[in-house]
């Protein structure tokens, strides 16, 4: 449950420490050039002699021993090389090359890797998260040089039981799952579609310290709708398996991953929005697993969302109040009606109306005229003739919206209106033009909020510098890709802020996985959501800023999962990690959770390596 009352005491530890405690030694099974091809163990240049000795490596490394430190900061000068080389490329050929110097150190030696990325978090999760992973996977099929993670397909039906055991980890806590039929705003990739669990598990990594040796990126083979693709590309080449055929494909894989590893926590990522809803229902009470592109980005949107209210200099309870236009009645908003099943496109409003009704204690009847959904077919109301009945409850009946149709354009809504928060999530890039910025000027708010959330970049519904430029300074700006902060003259700066559930995933996934918790709730997910609404101050808010910066990602997922932990315990759905029973959990206080998460944090350092038998 929503408790402003809380929100408005949370002072959280704004803390940047996190945990850097020195692993013990590793035991390694291999000897010699088996090590060296070994990304997980591998040192390159950094054995010292006396494990060199050990391990048999002797004469296969130059004599030269470089340290951490040095390996570190060659790569870093052969990334600004590289930079300075490719002045003057097209984005794509320079986004692509920085992907690639990346990808390969990934290949070759991963705690290097991950050390880099953490350190450069702001600067490289754009080259290996959004958007570059979206160019990464149109691309696929000419990048692929060595696998990673793995594929099941359609034509592996009652074989993925025993093909879960071709995993060479024993343990893996963190799964991301995609059928590629809806990459970011690209539409179905098919099996290219595996950079993004990728690149998914890459900030569950560098954010919430998850073990790399403990995480799997599975790619789901159905076929691909993509004709295209179907020419030439490395997946099948069928259409998509569609209805109880499609099912039973992820039903095997749910039951084969968990009889393998029955803790382990699945994340749903960019499923098309039909799969997206109808696995959530499916599995989540069977299974600890969510669905990012549902649950993820909501709490992530409504966060922001109350932070415009916030930086309007207003209390939270006038969120009620606020006029909010959702353009694309994908499937965002539906944690807003925690509960309810919904369909594919149908209810947004009714559910952010919940939302408010839930937080306020208000009557929903009193929320209800403040929202308002635009889909490809423009305004949803009641008079649309092909209206899902579950959905007729919650669309706009014309007569209360004097002045605007059925299937009013975004820009008439807009000059109607006059919202507070024009948001995005339609995968539509250009659709907030120039006219539907500056109809954004007359919005009844001091500090009108423009959330273009689509990815990737292309897709977003306007630039950052457009919405500055159009919709005036003193707007808030959010996008779902980064964009840089926009000079408005005179030394002031527009203020870009990120609306991608990066901020949220790896903390519903650390929270979980350290509680043992064996389902997702939306308890759970409420929590991560309040977590990241109260932690900026208010001085940042009345600035625009309304999200953290990615530097400090690793103790906003702290914060997050930490909340999303202690919800876990008091719902009784913990049962304890490794040594950390139950009991002790639910001992803790909340300073406590805090510490607990971060001491379990994975961080990159070489370990000294025990050669066993
Ligand atoms: N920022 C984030 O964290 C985040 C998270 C999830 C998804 N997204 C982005 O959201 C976008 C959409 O994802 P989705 O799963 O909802 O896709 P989707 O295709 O299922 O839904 C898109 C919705 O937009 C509507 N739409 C399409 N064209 C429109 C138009 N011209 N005008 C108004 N509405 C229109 C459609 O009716 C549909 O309801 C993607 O670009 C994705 O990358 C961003
Ligand atoms: O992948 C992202 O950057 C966010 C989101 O999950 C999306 O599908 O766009
Ligand atoms: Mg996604």
Known sequence: MWNLARFAASKLSRSRRYSSAIPGPCIVHKRGADILHDPWFNKDTGFPLTERDRLGLRGLLPPRVISFEQQYDRFMNSYRSLEKN????????????????????????????????????????????????????????????????????????????SMIYNWPAHQVDMIVLTDGSRILGLGDLGVQGIGIPIGKLDMYVAAAGINPQRILPVM?????????????????RQPRLEGEEYLSIVDEFMEAVHARWPKAIVQFEDFQMKWAFETLQRYRKRFCMFNDDIQGTAGVALAGVLGTVRAQGRPLSDFMKQKIVVVGAGSHFLPFCFGLICSAGLGVLNMAVQAVARMMGCSETAAKSQFFLIDKDGLVTNERSNLDPAAAPFAKSPRDIEGLSEGASIIEVVKKIKPHVLLGLSGVGGIFNEE???????????????????????NAECSAADAFKHAGENIVFASGSPFKNVDLGNGKVGHVNQANNMYLFPGIGLGALLSGARLITDGMLQAASECLASYMTEEE??????????DSIRNVTVEVGAAVLREAIAEGLAEGHGDVGIKELSLMSKEDTVDYIRHNMWYPVYCPLVHEK
């Open 220 to 236: 789901l083979d159905v076929g691909t709708n993509n004709q295209k693709l179907l020419d030439d590309h490395l997946g099948l």
């Open 436 to 458: 539907v910025l500056k109809a954004m000027r007359e919005s009844v708010s001091t500090k009108p909020a423009i959330f273009a959330m689509s990815n990737p970049t292309m």
């Open 86 to 161: 490719t002045q003057g490329q097209s984005d794509k050929f320079v986004s692509l090359a920085k992907w690639r110097i990346l990808n390969r150190l990934h290949d070759r030696n991963e705690t290097l890797y991950y050390r880099v990325l953490i350190d450069n978090i702001q600067e490289f999760a754009p080259v290996i998260y959004t958007p570059t992973v979206g160019l990464v996977c149109q691309n696929y099929s000419g990048l692929f040089r060595r696998p990673r993670g793995m594929y099941f397909s359609a034509k592996d039906k009652g074989e993925m039981m």
């Open 541 to 550: 808010v009345l600035q625009g800023i309304l999200y953290p910066s990615i």
